[in-house]
């Protein structure tokens, strides 16, 4: 069942919200401070939940924030074991909240379910075991910059079990391959190979800007969530 397809509680008791308490510091006032990535903490397991905020909470360029504000932070982060369906409706929520961008620390994630999760437009994947404070942080500030993370091995699985589906009929809206431009699917591509920004931008002699435009571009004509919801689209649909 797709993300799309989730109809169950905005928040369910299998996968309850945890935002954490905001990591701010005494002795200087806010607008003195770097302005800082916020960050809300999603968790079941108090434990998972924990030893997450602890990583972040040493990180000055992270600022935890309370659960009245945690619909506001510009990323937010489902830490679980795996994915059901109450983690999905989490995601499938989120989604929904321009206000941030999803990113899921997750034990075990088969490819199927790694096309699920893309589909509920979550922009970065790590690994638990993966997840120690550079890694964490490393997610955070993609995710705020509107990267997509998403371990090498993992993005084979997808490709491999996207290309193993039989390719269905494009939906209503008419999608084709010329729905993309030649530039805007050999970004596409590139993205799916795991290039970020400044790589795509070296490897297509284009400058970054140009490359984010594009790429953006991309995502608000098929109306997307983000840049890995949008290789997921594009393989599904044979526009790449």
Known sequence: MSCAQEN???????????PVQSGATHGASRSDR??????AVYAADPVLRVG?????????????????????AQAS???????????AALLHQLRHNTAT???????????????????????????????DQDQLL????????????????LLGKLLTHVGSLQRSALDPRGLSLSTLTT?????????????DTAEIARKTSYSERTVKNVLHEI??????????????????????
Do not use: F, K, W
Not at 34 to 39: K, L, N
Not at 103 to 129: F, M
């Open 8 to 18: 169950g509680p905005a928040m369910s008791a299998g996968t309850s919200r945890v």
């Open 34 to 39: 770097p302005r800082r990535v916020t960050v």
């Open 52 to 72: 997450v905020v602890q990583q972040l909470r040493q990180r000055p360029e992270v600022d935890l924030l309370a659960e009245a504000d945690a619909e506001q």
């Open 77 to 87: 982060l489902v830490v679980v074991d795996n994915v059901d369906d109450d983690v």
């Open 101 to 131: 961008r999803t990113g899921l620390v997750v034990g075990t994630l088969g490819s199927g379910t790694l096309q699920r999760v893309v589909e509920c437009g979550v922009a970065a994947v790590l690994r638990r075991s993966e997840a």
């Open 138 to 153: 490393h997610l955070v500030l993609a995710i705020a910059n509107g990267e997509g993370v998403l371990p090498g091995d």
């Open 183 to 195: 530039r805007e699917a050999d970004m596409l591509r590139l993205v799916s190979e795991g290039l």
């Open 219 to 240: 995502i608000t004509r098929l109306q997307l969530r983000n840049r890995a919801h949008a290789v997921g689209y594009a393989l599904r649909n044979g526009l790449i």
